[in-house]
């Protein structure tokens, strides 16, 4: 898992609450809007922007702020400010044998 450039600083990764998701949550120190590129873990199916309650953020979907490119996640972030994304797995059918 990398956050990058420079100026991003991932401060905390967790499963999603409600499934098999990963959230990260990373913020911007020096006051200049950012590409920012996450590289991601193989298997994820979705990306999303989302609020710090994890609830995906319909406004920065519209304006198309997430894209996923392989393995990474390519957004834009703004000077000073905190993010949270969202990166969804397929479930495993844990009852398959």
Known sequence: ???EPSNLVLT????AG????LILRFYEWAAQKTAA????PSGATAAY???LMEKND???????????QGGNINLTVDP???NTVRIDYR???RNRR
């Open 37 to 40: 590129r996450i590289e991601v």
């Open 58 to 68: 319909e406004d920065a979907a519209q304006r198309g702020l997430v894209h996923r």
């Open 49 to 51: 922007v989302t609020h």
């Open 91 to 93: 479930q495993i059918d």
């Open 12 to 15: 905390a990764m967790k499963k």
């Open 18 to 21: 409600d499934g098999d998701g």
């Open 1 to 3: 898992m990398r956050v």
């Open 80 to 82: 000073f400010s905190i």
